[in-house]
């Protein structure tokens, strides 16, 4: 069938189906037709009948045979039909216009059927069917929905009804496909739509609800794997949401699996590089330093609308440019006002703080004039405080400072007047400006400031009125002798707790009574330290111990002495107790000596005694070895290692010990080699 034999489209009067109530007979409407337009065999043309009635009579069917007739009647014929040159050229023409005729006749195909054009009520099974299967052929959802249509209004007991429901089958199936094709595309609606187009009263239609239900299933479970990536990279979780998008590849579904798990791993890879830059900005901003959190604003800035951490990115740049507002608050609050506005004045627009830096540098440029200290700069101060608007949130703050300062004013007034006092440096003067800063409430601004001049002042008073008793004990001191210390530490006793001075009087006090202890106990530390030097350390360490427990001047010295002398007895003990046992000469109480004389102390007079007695006593240990070993090696190996490192004989011994261990273990001799030769005898080279 050719491509223009498939109908586009039909219109709607060829193809109207008859009413219910009017239906043709059987034989009328499914009664076999000749198609492409030829008259059926059955024809009951009135001209047909008449021509067979008078050619059963054995009329003439016509005027010419009437003529001819007639003709032969009369037997006259006309020349031209006498000729014989005439009727030999029709009696070679006929026969092959005959057989060409017949040919023609056999080759001619018949002329599809005009599906558009045809009028349906009238139309036969098979051509319904085979323009049925036309119209499927385009496998487009109307075409196959006006396949199906043509041809399952035909009766069930017709005889191509089981071949008719298997291609409505089949159809149905095909429109099933269609509309999972563009489910693949990612069209469910579509797909749903196509596929509720199929009829209802056609078998195929129990899939539609299963395939429309698996569908749906697919999408939901897709679009939730889809979403939960999309909320994980919104957190910055970015290893849960490529995990997320990886189960996208697992989805049965063309566009879920491919365009989708594609445009979800661009969109996590570009967020993650602004997750990335934008902890980046949160890492500078942590930092407060005001530099680094301009450049984590820019940063976070430089995030597009299309990235999903731009948002975020968003909600940062404002707490950014707040953290600037708390590095400026903290430097007011310390009182550096020019720090303080030069950060405020750099914070950006994007922060959209504007109207909160703009109050807070209202408030600290006044605050900064205030702060001069002077009546013109608190007057400053008011006349700035004064035009910030009643609208604005620090108007309250600002109304508050205006009435500290105005009060301000008449203490800074007194404070001044006070100093000019206080500057002559007299105990009236300074009385007198003690007195002045006094009538500062202590409820007003400058009570503190007040109360701090007080305080120095009165130390000055203080000082003024104590420094000649000070000066006077220093004088009576100078004799060193204890009647004049004492007196000096009674004159510097005059100057009270409390008094500016009292400090500096109790330190020279103390330096005084030292002295006077000093003078006192000397003499039992000097009685001490002459029975040492006689020898007699125990009279000396009680001597001396009267000074140390009493926790006077001299308390250390004499302590320091009783441990050094106590060193000096156990040194004794020690060596006393070597020399002992170094007596009984035998392996054991030698070494036993040698370490009771190696702890006598390196700054006694007896360590050198205790040298010569070790290298002597080592020396008799490697004798003894040596006797040892001539009966019993490993015995006499014990008794050399005891021989101290550092001894006289402690080389000598570490040789033998050598010696011994090389005759119990002797080394292998070396066995003889073979003398080489270049080639075996019976060896050839190159086999020759």
């Given amino acids: 069938m050719t491509e223009r034999d498939i109908p586009d489209s039909w219109s709607s009067a060829s193809g109207r189906e008859p009413d219910q109530n009017k239906r043709l007979s059987r034989t009328e409407q499914f009664g076999e037709t000749q198609p492409f337009d030829v008259p059926a065999t059955g024809s009951t043309s009135k001209s047909v009948k008449r021509r067979k009635k008078n050619h059963t009579k054995g009329l003439p069917i016509n005027s010419n045979s009437e003529k001819t007739a007639q003709l032969s009647s009369t037997g006259k014929w006309p020349r031209w039909m006498k000729s014989w040159t005439l009727w030999l050229v029709l009696l070679m023409l006929i026969p092959g216009s005959v057989g060409f005729l017949a040919m023609a006749m056999l080759l001619k195909l018949p002329t599809a059927p005009n599906c558009p054009s045809i009028f349906w009520p009238l139309a036969s099974a098979s051509v319904r069917l085979h323009c049925a299967q036309l119209a499927a052929s385009k496998q487009t959802v109307n075409d196959l929905l006006q ?31 269609l509309a999972d094709q563009s489910f693949q595309t990612g069209n469910l609606e579509e797909a749903i739509a196509t596929a509720q187009k199929i009829p209802e009263d056609v078998a195929a239609y129990k899939l539609v609800d299963e395939q429309i239900g698996k569908w749906q299933s697919i999408w939901s479970k897709a679009e939730a794997t889809y979403n939960g990536a999309i909320a994980q990279v919104k957190e910055r979780r970015w290893q849960s949401a490529f995990m997320l998008s990886a189960k996208m590849l697992r989805v049965d579904n063309q566009y879920w699996a491919g365009t989708k798990y594609d445009q979800l791993n661009r969109l996590i890879a570009t967020a993650r590089e602004d997750g990335d830059k934008l902890g980046k900005a949160e890492s500078l901003a942590n930092s407060k330093v005001v530099d680094n959190l301009l450049e984590a604003i820019k940063l976070a800035e430089s995030i597009g609308q299309e990235s999903y951490i731009y948002q975020k990115a968003q909600e940062a740049i404002p707490a950014f440019g707040r953290k600037m507002l708390e590095l400026a608050q903290a430097k007011l609050d310390k009182q550096d006002a020019d720090e303080a506005l030069n950060i405020a004045r750099q914070i950006p627009e994007i922060t959209k703080l504007q109207g909160k830096t703009d109050d807070f540098i209202a408030i600290a440029d006044a605050k900064r004039s205030a702060w001069i200290g002077n009546v013109s700069g608190l ?42 006092l206080a500057s002559q440096g007299t105990v009236p003067n300074l009385t007198a400006a003690i ?10 601004p400058r009570a503190t400031e007040a109360r701090q001049e007080i305080g120095r002042w009165r130390t000055q008073v203080e000082t003024i009125e104590d420094q000649p008793y000070l000066e006077r004990a220093e004088q009576i001191a100078i004799f060193d002798d204890i009647n004049s210390l004492q007196a000096a530490i009674a004159q510097a006793s005059e100057i009270r707790r409390g008094r500016a001075l009292y400090p500096e009087a109790r330190k020279k006090i103390r330096t005084w009574v030292g002295k006077i202890q000093r003078i006192q106990d000397q003499p039992y530390l000097d009685q001490a330290q002459e029975l040492a030097q006689s020898g007699n350390l125990t009279a000396a360490i009680s001597a001396a111990q009267q000074i140390a427990s009493s926790g006077r001047a001299l308390s250390g010295e004499a302590q320091a002495a009783i441990n050094e002398w106590e060193g000096q007895i156990r040194t004794r003990e020690n060596w006393r107790k070597a020399q002992e046992v170094g007596a009984a000469g035998t392996p054991e109480a030698l070494v036993e000596a040698i370490r009771l004389a190696d702890r006598v102390s390196n700054n006694s007079i007896l360590r050198m005694d205790a040298n010569l007695a070790i290298d002597q006593w080592s020396q008799q240990l490697l004798e003894i070895a040596r006797t040892q070993g001539q009966s019993d090696i490993a015995r006499g190996i014990d008794i050399a290692k005891s021989i101290p490192r550092g001894s006289a004989a402690y080389s000598a011994a570490q040789e033998q010990i050598r010696a011994w261990q090389e005759f119990l273990n002797p080394q292998p001799e070396p066995q003889p080699q073979p003398e080489s030769q270049p080639f075996p005898p019976s060896t050839t080279i190159n086999g020759q």
């Fill in 147 to 177: 396949a199906i249509a043509l041809v399952k209004e035909l009766p069930q007991n017709h005889p191509l009804h089981g071949e008719i429901d298997r291609f409505i089958e089949e159809w149905s199936r095909d429109i099933l496909k």
């Fill in 379 to 420: 007057e400053a101060a008011i006349a700035q405080a004064q035009q910030i608007d009643p609208s604005r949130p620090v108007y309250n703050e600002a109304q508050q400072l205006i009435a500290r300062w105005q009060l301000e004013i008449e203490d800074v007034a007194n404070l001044e007047k006070a100093r000019i």
């Fill in 435 to 444: 007195a002045q800063v006094q009538l500062i409430p202590a409820s007003n």
